[in-house]
C-alpha cells in the first residue's frame, strides 16, 4: 500500500496529474485517491484510509503526531453525570465526536463537562413545534423533521 501511496504522489507532483486523473486512470473513487496521496505525503496513517466509522473521520483531520498518539488507545469521554468513559475511537459516534474533538484536537475533560453544559441548554422544550407560521410565512426552527401530513397541514395554517 505504501508503494501505491508513493506512486500516486508521483503522478501528480512529476507528471503534473490531479488526484481526479488518478482516480479515473485507476478506476478508484476520488476520495480514496486523495487519501492516498495524504498517506504519501505523510499526512494521514495508513490505518485511517479504511474504516469510515466517525470517530476515524475526526481522527484523519488531525496533525499526523496526534492521530499516531491516538490510533491505538481509548479517548476519555466525560458524562452527564461526571464520570469519565474510556471510549475506543471506532465506537465514537458524530455526537460524542462533536464533543471530544475540536478541530485539529481533543478536548479536554473540562471543556467536555463544559460543552455538554452548553449542549444541554440547546434541548428544546418538550411541546415546542418544530414550526410556526406567521402571517403568510413558515418559520421552521432547527432541527425539524416534517412528514407529508404537517406541510400540508402548515401549508393550510398559511391559507387561513
Known amino acids: 500500500m505504501l508503494a501505491a501511496c508513493a506512486l500516486v504522489v508521483e503522478l501528480i507532483d ?9 482516480a479515473e486512470k485507476a478506476q478508484i473513487p476520488p476520495v480514496f485517491a486523495r487519501n492516498l496521496e ?3 505525503r505523510k499526512h494521514l496513517m495508513p490505518e485511517l484510509v479504511w474504516g469510515e466509522t466517525p470517530g476515524r473521520r475526526r481522527l484523519a483531520r488531525m496533525p499526523l503526531a496526534e492521530q499516531a498518539r491516538l490510533m491505538g488507545e481509548p479517548l476519555p469521554v466525560a458524562t452527564v453525570k461526571g464520570d469519565v468513559l474510556q471510549v475506543g475511537l471506532d465506537s465514537l459516534t458524530p455526537e ?7 478541530g ?9 463537562r463544559a460543552w455538554l453544559e452548553v449542549e444541554s441548554r440547546k434541548v428544546k422544550p418538550v ?4 414550526y410556526e407560521v406567521v402571517g403568510r410565512q413558515l418559520v421552521v426552527h432547527s432541527p425539524c423533521k416534517m412528514t407529508r401530513a404537517q406541510i400540508a397541514r402548515a401549508l393550510a395554517e398559511m391559507e387561513s
Open 96 to 102: 460524542l465526536c462533536r464533543q471530544v474533538f475540536d
Open 38 to 40: 495524504r498517506v504519501g
Open 14 to 22: 512529476a507528471r503534473g496529474w490531479a488526484v481526479a486523473d488518478v
Open 127 to 130: 411541546g415546542v413545534a418544530d
Open 104 to 112: 485539529p484536537r481533543v478536548r479536554s475533560l473540562g471543556e467536555q
